[in-house]
């Protein structure tokens, strides 16, 4: 059998930015995404069941 499960990735982390100015929200989460982030902490959040695959389905009759 199969399971597909469905899940929330909650990092905690720190990144340093050069500026000559504050940067704001956009651009530090644009230097995240850039990969210049150092994460010390995954949490997992709100799991679930999304599909059951089962390799030995077998069709099913209906009833008229």
């Known amino acids: 059998m199969k399971y597909t499960f469905s899940f929330k990735e909650i990092n905690r982390g720190s990144i340093e930015i050069e500026s000559d100015h504050m940067p704001d929200y956009d651009e530090v989460v644009d ?29 099913r009759n209906y009833e008229r």
């Not at 995954?42 to 389905?57: C, G, I, P, Q, R």
């Open 31 to 59: 230097a995240i995404m850039s990969g210049n982030a150092y994460y010390k902490d995954t949490d997992y959040a709100d799991v679930k069941l999304v599909e059951e695959l089962s390799k030995s389905k077998k069709p």
